[in-house]
């Protein structure tokens, strides 16, 4: 009998967790999907509510920059996007933080020195939980060769 009750207590621990991962996951993609929007629309208001206030991102050109840096370069066109789609290949959630993974293909435009190229880079996003609320802490960014 006390095989039974542990045996079904770890079964329902793990099928609670199970959900929850689930939901977490179900998340951060629809998060993954609103970045895309808002970074095709220029809608700085809704990238500042889904970055951290201490965000950072390892930029492909290998250059890392601050949430304030990043916020100047969609202001100036420097990161500016006729064309962008996102594929999250992967995701882990890690108690506070999930950690997404995947690729992109993007056409930059405005003042990007790759205006008009179609590119595909290869991205890592860690997503920290907030009092509730997801928001993008950190990201690397790599070109994929041709």
């Not at 967790?17 to 700085?44: G, W």
């Not at 179609?118 to 920290?128: A, D």
Request: with cysteine.
């Amino acid at each position: 009998m006390r095989k039974f009750v542990i045996t079904a207590l770890l079964l329902l621990i793990f099928v609670c967790s199970y959900s929850q991962n689930e939901k977490i996951e179900k998340e951060i993609r629809q998060l993954e999907e609103k970045r895309v929007a808002a970074f095709l629309k220029k809608d700085t208001a809704a990238l500042l509510r889904m970055w951290a206030p201490d965000y950072f991102v390892n930029r492909p050109a290998g250059i890392v920059s601050t949430r304030d840096k990043i916020l100047e370069l969609v202001l100036t066109d420097t990161i500016s996007f006729t064309n962008m789609k996102s594929e999250v290949e992967y995701i882990s959630v890690k108690s506070n933080f999930v950690i997404s993974m995947g690729n992109e293909t993007i056409t930059p435009s405005g003042n990007n020195p790759n205006a008009g190229k179609t590119l595909k880079r290869r991205f890592t996003h860690i997503w920290s939980n907030d009092n509730g609320i997801w928001k993008l802490l950190a990201r690397h960014a790599n070109f994929v060769c041709q």
